[in-house]
Structures are given as structure tokens and as C-alpha cells.
């Protein structure tokens, strides 16, 4: 059912910039398990490379050693097309094949790239690593793309949902997915 729509997306990717049509990182998962993570690529090839480039423009802070994420708002390594495929997370739908694959579940903590993983493996909040990795969760639909959101929120929210989550509680993320998707912020 999806085919014509991963054809199209994939299409406009190779006509758009240079590059594979997927990009295929090593995350950390459930149990810190590495595995290879799916998505569109949004942003133009290479884009890993440039990470010491830009880091004086991460929204987390500029220390290296002190800060655990990366984000860059308005982040210009994002291709136009990449963009449009971000704003409505259709980058998101490779990661179907991880789900599938049995590295990720549809609910969870995000799963993270290994420089940000390497960072949180000290005291409770390693905690977030006992839950599974997932498309979306607890994050997502309280926080996605807000500005105003500190990296010890997102790691309290990860480890909420890694003591608290529930079958219902899984629901709940899944219906509350729907409303974040259609979010006027750029992630």
C-alpha cells in the first residue's frame, strides 16, 4: 500500500541532492544493543562529517565533554525536500524495517547515534537504556521540537518512560502520536 509513496519519496531524494536515498546509522538500543538505524535521508550526504563544524550552533551547549545531545535548530545540512519529510515524519517510515527487524518497537525511548549513547551509561540514567528503543514515545509527544526543552528533561522523560511504561501506557503515546505529528515547529 505504501510502495507508490516510498518510490516517489526515494525519487525526489536522488533528484534532489547527491547520495543515498536512505541513511543508515549505528544507534544504541534496549540494553545499549547497537544496531542499524533507518530513515530517509533529510539532510545532504556527509552530513555526519560536519558535526564538529556546526557545534557552536547546538541548541544543548557547546561543550563536548558536558553536553549529551545534538541539535541544531534551523540546521542547514537539511536538504528542502528533507525538510518537508521531517515536518511530516515521513523520514520516519524505514524505521518500520527495525520494528520489523525486532531492534526497535513502535513505543519507547528514541533509540540514540553512539556519541550521544557513550554519554549516558553512569547511575539512573542508564535506566533509559532498560526500555525498549521506539518510534515514537513519552518524549515525543510532550516535547518534540520545543526550544525550551533541556537535555535533563529529555533524559527524565526517557527514564519516566523506562520505569513507568505499560500497555496502556503504550496506547496512550500512540493516539498522542497523531496531534505531534502535525506540529507547526522544525525538528
Same mark, same amino acid.
Given at each position: 500500500?505504501?510502495?507508490?509513496?516510498?518510490?516517489?519519496? /526515494?525519487?525526489?531524494?536522488?533528484?534532489? %541532492?547527491?547520495?543515498?536515498? !536512505?541513511?543508515? %546509522?549505528?544507534?544504541?538500543?534496549?540494553?545499549?544493543? +547497537? !544496531?542499524?538505524?533507518?530513515?530517509?535521508?533529510? &539532510?545532504? $550526504?556527509?552530513?555526519?562529517?560536519?558535526?564538529?563544524?556546526?557545534?557552536?550552533?547546538?541548541?544543548?551547549?557547546?561543550?563536548?565533554?558536558? #553536553?549529551? =545531545?545534538?541539535?541544531?535548530?534551523?540546521?542547514?545540512?537539511?536538504?528542502?525536500?528533507? &525538510? =518537508?519529510?521531517?515536518?511530516?515524519?515521513?523520514?520516519? +517510515?524505514?524505521?518500520?524495517?527495525?520494528?520489523?527487524?525486532?531492534? &526497535? %518497537?513502535?513505543?519507547?525511548?528514541?533509540?540514540?547515534?553512539?556519541?550521544? $549513547?557513550?554519554?549516558?551509561?553512569?547511575?539512573?540514567?542508564?535506566?533509559? !537504556?532498560? /526500555?525498549? /528503543?521506539?518510534? #515514537?514515545?513519552?518524549?515525543?509527544? #510532550?516535547?518534540?521540537?520545543? @526550544? @525550551?526543552?533541556?537535555?535533563?528533561?529529555?533524559?527524565?522523560?526517557?527514564?519516566?518512560? $523506562? &520505569?513507568?511504561?505499560? =500497555?496502556?501506557?503504550?496506547? *496512550?503515546?500512540? =493516539? *498522542? #502520536? !497523531?496531534?505531534?505529528?502535525?506540529?507547526?515547529?522544525?525538528?
Amino acid at each position: 500500500i505504501l510502495s507508490p509513496v516510498l518510490l516517489l519519496i /526515494a525519487l525526489i531524494i536522488k533528484l534532489e %541532492s547527491k547520495g543515498p536515498v !536512505f541513511y543508515i %546509522s549505528k544507534r544504541a538500543g534496549a540494553g545499549y544493543k +547497537i !544496531f542499524d538505524f533507518y530513515k530517509f535521508r533529510s &539532510m545532504r $550526504a556527509g552530513a555526519d562529517q560536519e558535526l564538529k563544524k556546526f557545534a557552536a550552533l547546538n541548541q544543548y551547549g557547546m561543550d563536548e565533554s558536558d #553536553t549529551v =545531545f545534538f541539535k541544531i535548530k534551523d540546521d542547514p545540512r537539511i536538504t528542502k525536500f528533507g &525538510m =518537508f519529510l521531517r515536518k511530516t515524519s515521513l523520514d520516519e +517510515i524505514p524505521q518500520l524495517l527495525n520494528v520489523l527487524k525486532g531492534d &526497535m %518497537s513502535l513505543v519507547g525511548n528514541r533509540p540514540l547515534p553512539l556519541y550521544e $549513547a557513550e554519554k549516558l551509561t553512569k547511575d539512573q540514567i542508564a535506566w533509559r !537504556f532498560l /526500555a525498549p /528503543a521506539g518510534l #515514537t514515545g513519552l518524549w515525543q509527544i #510532550t516535547k518534540r521540537g520545543k @526550544d @525550551d526543552m533541556s537535555p535533563e528533561e529529555r533524559i527524565q522523560l526517557d527514564m519516566e518512560y $523506562a &520505569m513507568n511504561n505499560s =500497555f496502556l501506557g503504550d496506547m *496512550k503515546i500512540i =493516539f *498522542k #502520536t !497523531f496531534p505531534a505529528l502535525l506540529q507547526k515547529e522544525k525538528v
